[in-house]
């Protein structure tokens, strides 16, 4: 018998023939499922034709995780008893079994899906879609079968409407939000907060986006339209949930997912194959993109399965690590693998062993490689271990990490979940540790500063204790506390407002304010509303000139005051503000001297991305103040800069009030 199975294995692995790939599906079924399929109306004639289609069954196993396979052969059942020729027909077979392994993925109703997958099929064959969605893969057309997170939104009358209304190049969709305006009361001044926003025009229109687009809403509602929007065109979308704001995503070009309406990368998409984070979308990416090494990596994954039910552990585990080190960015063979782990209850020798492939595997992939050892290594190995052997484990972890790779995740959190594994005497070493490894990267440096100095307060022995490490590890030593700040200013805060990373520019900024007296207020009228720029980031150009103080740049924000310096020739001062804002106005407190006259004739601009700007006003002449009452113009920006085209720049406070806006 062993033979006969080692037999299949190697074949399994050498060919990966559509007689294989069958038998491992109805492994995944199970007997008695399997049993029940095979007993509906012409169940042969369509396992028959699924059997001899080598592509069919690689899409149905092939394209990310298949959950309760039964139903997913159940629909293809359904639209094969239908459409018998479905597997002769590449485009309509892939969407077709797209739908399907939602179907199995979700709890949508089959109804609901089977119009889904009857509108891309006609609209496919109308020739109304994108020019890309021919050439979508499977694991691709997951994203347009699932839709968006309301469900009215998506549907095939919400399709068709949008369809028709917006047919735009594919990286134009990411502006396809604004079609609806940003609107908090409705015309008869209903809040959008309550449920009676949308309700006296529901009977009035024929489609949900275009009551969005003619009665307006805000980030949920314009969230779901743009994604809903890219989605009928064909186009692959996700909406996204971010901490008090809705976001979306749209697939631009063959290769790239870009963010739209978005504010964090704190995001939580509402479509994802594993966790719902950016990093792992990125992950998703990198993995299915490589057609030909999930293949491969799957059929060697098959043959470890085959192997293990023969008992053969030792043999079943080197073909589970062939198959990683085939496709090490499969997040779902590595899941698969850790199953294969707690099922044959290996030890703690195991586990290091795992984790080792792990980090090497999933290089780059920092936050999903995270969320496999907190979830399903450390649990197994932490139970057996002392602190110091704890300590050891996690400081191979430390040291792997180098850059973010494939996206900004939360490593702050990994880091406390480390911390709270180990006793006090592992917590100093660990984070004496990470300090030496660590502040000198550019990508995890800015973060490990800001956490750092937000776990103490800076005047308690803890607090000093940590600036000591921070000075330790990033200076020559022998320098004190003002020395280490003025480092960091140039560095980590830098960092952190070149890539908007608003929460660590405010940790380390409030931290350097200490090293300047605050400025006087006098001379400022305040505007209505809340001072938005006090919890964003300052941005300058030419940065790290020798004439800028980085330390001071914080001030600039709010009522201390500070002072920044743009580098030569063309110039700008450029505000992130810490929410989407209705501005009601802006203060520009202009520095004394010789130099005051340089800001005459900049242009002040808005944006709501940080690539568009949009002129609000100039400064005009040389003041000691410029003041924009703008509270009458109702605009929405993020970002907020003065720009000039002859000279650099410098202010003492850029203030913008105005009203959050999500």
Request: aromatic share 10%; proline share 3%; glycine share 10%.
């Amino acid at each position: 018998m062993y033979i006969a199975t080692a037999l299949l294995a190697l074949t399994l692995v050498a060919h990966g023939d559509s007689t294989d790939l069958f038998s491992d599906l109805e492994r995944q079924v199970g007997a008695e499922a399997w049993q029940v399929l095979h007993q509906q109306p012409e169940a042969h004639g369509f396992f028959d034709a699924l059997r001899q289609n080598e592509d069919w069954l690689r899409e149905v196993l092939d394209s990310g995780p298949l959950l309760r396979p039964e139903k997913v052969l159940g629909f293809l059942q359904l639209v094969w008893n239908s459409e018998r020729d479905l597997g002769t027909r590449p485009v309509d077979r892939s969407m077709a079994t797209a739908c399907a392994l939602t179907l199995g993925f979700t709890n949508r109703a089959e109804d609901a899906v089977l119009q889904r997958y009857h509108y891309y099929r006609d609209s496919f064959r109308a020739g109304l879609l994108n020019s890309c969605y021919g050439g979508l893969a499977t694991w691709e057309r997951r994203f347009l079968a699932r839709g968006t997170q309301w469900g009215d939104m998506a549907n095939t009358a919400a399709m068709l409407y949008l369809r028709d209304r917006i047919c735009w190049p594919r990286r134009e969709y990411v502006s396809a939000c604004w079609q609806a305006p940003y609107r908090s009361f409705n015309c008869l001044d209903d809040s959008v907060q309550r449920s009676t926003y949308y309700m006296p025009f529901r009977e009035s229109f024929g489609a949900m986006p275009e009551m969005v687009i003619e009665v307006g809403g805000v980030c949920g509602a314009l969230s779901n339209l743009g994604a809903s929007a890219a989605m009928a065109n064909g186009i692959p979308a996700a909406t996204m949930g971010e901490p008090g704001h809705c976001a979306y995503t749209v697939k631009i070009s063959d290769t790239e997912w870009k963010p739209a309406y978005s504010l964090s990368w704190k995001r939580s998409l509402h479509t994802s194959f594993y966790d719902g984070t950016w990093q792992s979308l990125m992950l998703t990416e990198a993995c299915f993109s490589d057609s030909e090494s999930v293949a491969r990596a799957a059929d060697l994954a098959r043959a470890a399965h085959a192997l293990e039910r023969e008992g053969e552990l030792d043999k079943a585990n080197e073909q589970w690590a062939k198959a990683l080190k085939a496709h090490g960015l499969h997040y779902g063979l590595w899941m698969a693998w850790a199953d294969f782990g707690e099922r044959t209850a290996q030890g703690t020798a195991w586990w290091a062993r795992y984790q080792h492939a792990l980090l090497d595997g999933l290089q780059g992939h920092e936050g999903p490689a995270w969320g496999i050892l907190s979830r399903r290594v450390y649990p197994k190995l932490f139970a057996e271990l002392e602190d110091a052997a704890k300590l050891r484990t996690l400081l191979k972890w430390i040291r792997n990490q180098d850059h973010w790779g494939a996206g900004r995740w939360n490593v702050e959190g990994a880091w406390d979940w480390a911390f709270k594994q180990l006793d006090e005497e592992s917590q100093s070493k660990l984070e004496s540790t990470m300090c030496k490894i660590l502040i000198s990267s550019p990508d995890f440096g800015p973060p490990l500063v800001a956490w750092l100095l937000g776990k103490h307060d800076a005047d308690s022995a803890e607090g000093k204790a940590t600036l000591a490490r921070i000075l330790a590890a990033s200076s020559d030593g022998g320098e004190g506390g003002s020395a280490v700040l003025k480092k960091l200013a140039r560095s980590a805060l830098l960092d952190a407002a070149a890539r908007g990373d608003v929460p660590t520019f405010q940790i380390i900024g409030a931290q350097t304010a200490r090293l300047s007296e605050p400025k006087d207020m006098s001379g400022i009228k305040p505007f209505p509303g809340d001072l938005v720029s006090a919890g964003g980031l300052l941005q300058v150009s030419g940065r790290g000139n020798r004439w800028d103080t980085p330390e001071t740049h914080w001030g600039i924000l709010g009522e201390h005051g500070g002072r920044c310096h743009t580098d030569n020739g063309a110039s700008f001062i450029a505000v992130r503000l810490e929410h989407h804002t209705e501005i009601t106005g802006i203060v520009i407190q202009n520095v004394t001297g010789g130099q005051a006259g340089r800001a005459a004739g900049s242009r002040v601009e808005i944006s709501t991305d940080g690539e568009t700007w949009e002129q609000v006003g100039v400064l005009k002449g040389t003041k000691g103040f410029y003041s924009l009452d703008l509270e009458a113009k109702k605009h929405r920006a993020l970002w907020v800069r003065m720009a000039k085209d002859t000279n650099c720049l410098h202010v003492t406070r850029f203030l913008v009030w105005g009203h959050r806006r999500s």
